[in-house]
């Protein structure tokens, strides 16, 4: 089956025909990993990246970058992608705005995929690093101009897998200014309208939030407001998959102000922003924090990097047990709170 829908590829120039034959590999892909290394050993992702590296099929360009990225979930999809140089012909079709949004979203899906930091197979693209800040620059520029929520989601989560991949994208992304491209992404309910693009977005300030220019880039761009704003997130349905991207954002916005309160003046924004009440809130009510342990451990340890810069911000109660104890005995009772002592 496999065979016969990569020769059609193959062996034809015909649209139709081609598009038909995608169509069904894409659907083969969803039956499992064990479905993509098949297609992959059987030449799959050879055939599709030949379609997107011929101009007269531009059009079928989204469905094979689609197919490309549900294959590459398996270590013999993105070996067979180095051996073609496909991160090559991905950074082509992200750096050429004559390529729709849509073929620049899905490229960036398949580079999302292959960076994630789920895959322990993904260390060894030795070419992404040869195109990487190509790679970077074109996935901020499509968070920056996406019209649509998902466009906005597939390029941040792409340059999110990124920082976890090489430490030196950080250092790319603020000279690039996505500090200030992903802060005001977040307040453009167009581009960012999920828990999902928040989660990406938080991640990449989470991860550059380690470099020491960025609590100055932060201050400059009002981000530190956007951070306390994200630990309020909360899900608009009870689907497990959107609670807990709730959860990651919440925790991740913790982390992120918990290592850029070393600046003074982002510790003090966000003790004006009235931080603190909602970390100790955070930590004493476990339903505000959907019982998640990450964010209790985030928030206790943000609430602390605070409180040595306001120690009047905190009741004696909240220092004695939030602040005070190790950080586990403050974890311990947390847990053990029960909601109507809150």
């Known amino acids: 089956m496999t065979q016969n829908l990569v020769k059609q590829i193959n062996s034809t120039d015909n649209t139709d025909i081609i598009e038909a034959a995608t169509g069904s590999l894409f659907n083969l892909t969803q039956e499992g990993a064990r479905m993509c ?3 992959a050993q059987e030449g799959g992702v050879v055939a599709l990246f030949k379609i997107c590296r011929q101009d007269c099929f531009r059009c ?3 469905q094979a970058l689609r ?5 590459c979930c398996v270590e013999e999809g993105i070996h067979q992608l180095e051996k ?3 991160i090559l012909c991905l950074a082509d079709i992200l750096t050429d705005s004559a390529h729709s949004e849509a073929t620049r979203a899905e490229a ?3 580079i999302a995929q292959i960076t994630s930091p789920h895959l322990t197979f993904s260390q060894h693209l030795n ?6 800040e190509e790679i970077v620059t074109a996935l901020v ?10 466009v906005c989601l597939l390029a941040s989560a792409a340059l999110a897998n990124i920082t976890f991949f090489d430490t030196m994208a950080c250092e790319m992304l603020l000279q690039l200014n996505a ?3 992903l802060l005001a992404a977040c307040s453009d309910i167009q581009r960012v309208d999920t828990p999902y693009s928040r989660d990406q977005i938080i991640t990449i300030l989470a991860n550059m939030s380690v470099l020491e220019q960025s609590a100055s880039e932060i201050i400059q761009e009002n981000g530190v407001q956007v951070l306390v704003e994200m630990l309020f997130e909360k899900p608009s349905s009870r689907s497990p998959g959107e609670v807990a991207a709730c959860e990651r954002v919440q925790q991740k916005s913790a982390v992120t102000l918990a290592r850029l309160s070393r600046d003074p003046e982002v510790a003090h924004a966000a003790i004006k922003l009235s931080c603190i009440p909602r970390l100790i809130e955070l930590c004493r009510s476990p339903v505000e924090r959907n019982n998640s342990d990450s964010v209790l451990v985030a928030c206790l340890a943000a609430l602390r990097r605070l409180a040595v810069m306001c120690p009047d911000g905190l009741e004696e109660s909240d220092f004695q047990q939030l602040v005070k104890p190790r950080l586990v005995d403050s974890f311990l009772l947390c847990t053990n709170m029960e909601e109507s002592f809150v």
């Not at 070419?127 to 990487?132: H, K, R, Y």
């Not at 499509?142 to 929520?149: F, H, P, Q, V």
């Open 37 to 39: 290394q098949i297609i």
């Open 60 to 62: 079928l360009y989204p």
């Open 67 to 71: 197919t490309l990225a549900s294959i």
């Open 84 to 86: 073609v140089d496909g």
């Open 108 to 110: 960036a899906a398949v």
């Open 127 to 132: 070419s992404f690093l040869e195109n990487m």
């Open 141 to 150: 520029k499509l968070c920056e101009e996406s019209s649509s929520g998902e």
């Open 179 to 181: 500090m200030k491209i």
